[in-house]
């Protein structure tokens, strides 16, 4: 009995196991563990991640990104659409010149890049602004409306294509105008009409490849005399610029006869084939286009030659890590981001949306360990927005027409003095950074000129065009700062609350000590004093003015 018992419960417990789906060899080996949950976001690095990828950290967003986590929001990020520019400018009434519209785009475009809930779309879309220039200043001055769709246009593209980006700039008639595409014509000798080979250079030298080989993690190729190889010549400049003949105005009557309207300054351009020369062009990497093809065939021909070519994606991972994240980035961290262009994971090459999550979620973006080469300069724009976003700066009207912005800070939306950008990105003053083989292309503009009206600028923000102000004008942006006005008589209450808002708390004991004398000389009744003087001390620091 005792025996057969126990062959019942021996017999119960492998049918047991069978129904469960274990019991002997067949049984699955258990699975990996799920992984650990990333670390929680600290303040510090909460501020370090947004001044990368916004318009200016806040504690209200830094809270955000506590809560969701990094990655989490880059996602979200990634789904929010586009603010837009175009629209609002449509909305106005017409004004009898059109350049009298420009204070209206470059107040629209504060408002988005302050209020706008895409906040990294709208830092991506700026970003890109910096390397597929155009500009205000020029050609393009009574153009506001191509302006705010060009602008837009990358902000709609900021997560796309790569591919799709380069033909929407390359069709957008602000490029056409500004680098000289529109109205190209094919050659006329007896006219002595050669094709404009302006884009044809740009496109190559500052959107895509740059001028010599690269690897894939940025250094150099180097020939066998250890000399860097030229991406391009001369015939293959006159290659592309043949490619790009034809295009002009859409809807013309003719091409001779192309006229900017308000309508066909925001529509891609139009190919006229009797302008487009259909003869061979040498390309890239030794093709050729073939001789006898329609101009859109040529175009997009030519597009494909450039965006595959092996230099576009360490290209592209540099020009944007220095825009986000830092401007000495290692091989390593090109290598990475270049990968992610070169391919998404899925196959995909181009994806924008991509790159920018390996940027800003690789190790070298926010280092556990310090090292002097990390992070950058802040751009003084981004300076201003992010002392307006933590102090909710508005105006009575509720605009922002601040059109002198490249003036005061060397640059503004849209407001570069060339196609070479505000700065360039091999930039190194010299000193320390050059000579330690470093760039830091945004001191290129702290001139001891741009310097001191950037100075003056804030001086007059913190200390005039607050809410203290009694006299402001409808269009005076200010500043709200009463809450530093409740605790101004404690020196240390004050300089934390203030260093909380612009720099999550982490407040150097030199500048702690130079604004608690300062503070010592201010009557303890003159809180407004006192609020605006130690927000100015803070905003015109090294401190804020360095993105870890």
Not at 266 to 275: E, K, S, W
Not at 388 to 400: E, F, H, L, N, Q
Request: proline letters at 8%.
């Amino acid at each position: 009995m005792r025996i057969l018992r126990l062959i019942s419960i021996t017999v119960s417990f492998a049918l047991t196991l069978a129904g469960c789906g274990g019991g002997g060899a067949d049984a699955p080996p258990p699975g990996p563990p799920p992984p650990p949950p990333p670390p929680p976001v600290m303040k510090l690095e909460a501020y370090q991640f947004l001044n990368q990828s916004s318009f200016g950290a806040t504690e209200a967003d830094a809270q955000v990104v506590i809560d969701m986590g990094i990655e989490a929001w880059i996602d979200d990020q990634l789904t929010k659409p586009a603010s837009l520019q175009l629209p609002h400018l449509q909305a106005l009434p017409r004004p009898q010149f059109l350049f009298q519209l420009q204070p209206d785009r470059v107040d629209i475009w504060f408002r988005n890049v302050l209020h706008g809930e895409d906040q990294l779309r709208q830092r991506v879309a700026f970003a890109l602004s910096e390397i597929m220039v155009v500009s205000q200043l020029g050609a393009l001055t009574n153009t506001p409306y191509g302006l705010a769709d060009y602008y837009d246009m990358l902000a709609e593209n900021a997560f796309g294509n790569y591919r799709d980006l380069i033909e929407e700039v390359t069709l957008h008639p602000s490029m056409g105008v500004y680098l000289s595409m529109l109205g190209n014509e094919k050659p006329n000798p007896a006219l002595n009409i050669r094709p404009d080979e302006n884009y044809a250079r740009e496109l190559m030298q500052l959107f895509s490849i740059g001028l010599v080989a690269l690897n894939n993690d940025g250094t150099q190729v180097l020939d066998a005399q250890n000399q860097p190889i030229p991406t391009y010549d001369q015939a293959i400049i006159e290659g592309f610029a043949h490619v790009y003949t034809g295009w002009t105005y859409a809807g013309s009557p003719s091409f001779q006869q192309a006229r900017q309207t308000d309508s066909n300054q925001v529509i891609p351009m139009q190919l006229y084939p009797a302008f487009h020369d259909t003869g061979a062009k040498q390309v890239l990497n030794g093709e050729m286009i073939p001789a006898g093809q329609l101009g859109d065939q040529d175009l997009s021909d030519a597009l494909d030659n450039v965006f595959n070519h092996p230099n576009v994606g360490p290209f592209i991972a540099i020009r944007l890590i220095q825009r986000l994240t830092t401007s000495n980035p290692s091989p390593g961290y090109v290598d990475r981001v270049a990968s992610v262009f070169n391919n998404n994971g899925t196959g995909v090459r181009g994806d924008i949306g991509a790159v920018v999550k390996a940027i800003l979620m690789d190790a070298e973006a926010r280092p556990a360990l310090h090292m002097e080469i990390d992070g950058k300069v802040k751009e003084p724009i981004l300076r201003v927005t992010q002392l307006w976003r933590s102090y909710d700066a508005v105006s009575i009207s509720g605009r922002y027409p601040l059109q002198a912005a490249y003036i005061l800070f060397g640059q503004g939306p849209l407001q570069s003095p060339s196609v070479f950008n505000f700065f360039s990105p091999f930039h190194a003053p010299p000193g320390e950074i050059r000579n330690a083989s470093l760039v830091a292309p945004e001191l290129q503009i702290a001139t001891e000129y741009l310097n001191t009206l950037f100075t003056n600028f804030m001086f007059f923000q913190c200390f005039a065009l607050n809410q203290t102000n009694t006299d402001l004008q409808d269009d005076d942006i200010y500043i709200d700062f009463a809450e530093e006005m409740a605790i101004a008589d404690d020196a240390n209450a004050l300089i934390d609350m203030v260093a909380e808002k612009l720099l999550a708390g982490q407040i150097s004991d030199t500048l702690r000590t130079e604004i608690a004398g300062m503070l010592a000389l201010i009557p303890l009744e003159d809180s407004a004093v006192r609020a605006a003087e130690t927000i100015y001390f803070v905003v015109t620091s090294p401190e804020f003015a360095y993105q870890m």
